[in-house]
């Protein structure tokens, strides 16, 4: 951490979260300052999914904030995150986003490492012809790749820079875990992925996964054809120390008087679907929710949208640029009936997604207008002031204001 950066003074300007000063999507100190006190501080990163390494020698680069890592499975099955930068020049050892290796071997000078980052091998180590070489006390047991600690929760892969971090179940807290174990009740296999760059600050994107009200509003979709209307059964929850939530709606049985009676303005009779089987909703986990989205701070989405199953992970790329990777999700035993349902299905999301493209988009408005004043403010008084859950209603940015509950508590401001 730079001198600068190590002396940066940023005090919150209000007692409380329901404002938030425009600087903290702008100022290239305070994001310098994130990488350390959050990313690599006491949170769990989301790192990859365990059915993407399922065998020894399997790997996948990935980040937890700007720091690059390698998650791989070792030959005894278990999985390691190591940050992807050899110990000696601090070059990248993997390149490729994903693979299946013996060892991992950085190209610039051949230092190799096992799959749990083992420093195993250093060319001309004994020099040649008995000239050069390593000093005879280089401890080589010293000078392995970092390691992360690792906890898999349900198939999903999460990485720790800190022991201060508590267990993950903890983290997040057991109601939202339990949302975790609904969604994922079967082994998992990856459909495909899609990412795209957003031209906006990284908590942008995560404060507008936790604003469950815009979806009414912004995604005209979502009203038009009932994936998420505001007089849907359903709620917010939120952890006991606020920093992770999940925002549901459910469906419920009325027939179709229920659309007539909405007080947000429907387009239903102005738009149709000529295929109307990508709103099909097989109901597959056991209840009626049509719509889930939880976060897991600083950097998780998980996302179920009828049968739109998916993960999305959040990659910081500087102040102004945030990049967006999205996992589309399966079963194993899904049939082909239902892989082509959740192919249909996830039209809805993804970068040029019927829902999610409007997302794509406002976030950088907001990052535009943000520079005109830094000391202004961005206001969330939906729902009060207060962080607590809302049962029945999800217009309230209570969830947002948790946002910045845990990023202020990480960032000690």
């Not at 001309?124 to 929760?153: I, M, S, T």
Request: charged fraction near 20%.
């Amino acid at each position: 951490m730079s001198s600068a950066v190590a002396s940066f003074d940023f005090a919150w300007p209000h007692e409380d979260t329901s404002r938030a000063p425009f600087r903290v999507y702008t100022d290239p100190d305070l994001y310098a300052l994130e990488q350390e006190r959050i990313f690599q501080g006491p949170v769990w990163n989301f790192l990859a999914l365990t059915c993407e390494i399922p065998n020894p020698g399997d790997y996948k680069t990935t980040f937890a904030g700007d720091a690059p890592i390698i998650v791989a499975r070792a030959q005894d099955g278990s999985i390691n995150a190591l940050v992807n930068r050899c110990a000696h020049k601090g070059a990248l050892v993997c390149y490729k986003p994903k693979g299946n290796v013996r060892e991992f071997n950085c190209v610039y000078h051949n230092w190799t490492y096992d799959l749990a980052g083992n420093l195993t091998g250093i060319a001309f180590k004994k020099g040649v012809g008995g000239k050069g070489g390593l000093d005879a006390d280089f401890q080589q047991g010293e000078h392995g790749l970092q390691r992360l600690r690792v906890e898999v929760y349900n198939g999903l892969i999460f990485g720790t820079f800190s022991e201060k971090t508590p267990s993950f179940r903890d983290y997040i807290g057991a109601e939202l875990a339990s949302n975790i174990d609904r969604v994922f009740i079967k082994p998992l296999k990856v459909v495909g992925y899609h990412c795209q760059v957003l031209p906006n600050n990284w908590k942008l994107y995560a404060e507008n996964n936790k604003d469950s009200y815009h979806a009414s509003l912004l995604h005209v979709f979502h009203n038009t054809f009932g994936v998420v209307r505001p007089n849907m059964g359903g709620g917010v929850k939120i952890s006991d120390d606020g920093w992770h939530h999940l925002s549901y709606t459910q469906r419920e049985s009325l027939g179709d008087e229920v659309v007539a009676k909405e007080k947000v303005r429907s387009l239903q009779e102005q738009y149709k679907l000529n295929d109307v089987t990508m709103m099909e909703h097989k109901l597959e986990l056991g209840d009626q929710i049509t719509n889930a989205i939880q976060t897991v701070f600083p950097s998780l989405v998980v996302q179920q949208i009828l049968n739109a199953l998916a993960v999305r992970q959040i990659q910081p790329k500087g102040v102004d640029r945030t990049e967006l990777v999205w996992t589309i999700l399966g079963f194993e035993d899904d049939d082909a009936s239902m892989q082509e349902l959740r192919l249909k299905v996830n039209n809805l999301v993804g970068p040029a997604g019927l829902i999610s493209m409007e997302d794509g988009c406002v976030g950088g408005w907001v990052q535009r207008a943000a520079k005109a004043d830094p000391d202004a403010m961005t206001i969330m008084p939906m729902g009060g002031k207060n962080i607590e859950a809302s049962l029945g209603s999800r217009v309230t940015e209570a969830a947002v204001r948790g946002f910045w509950k845990g990023w202020r508590e990480c960032m000690g401001v």
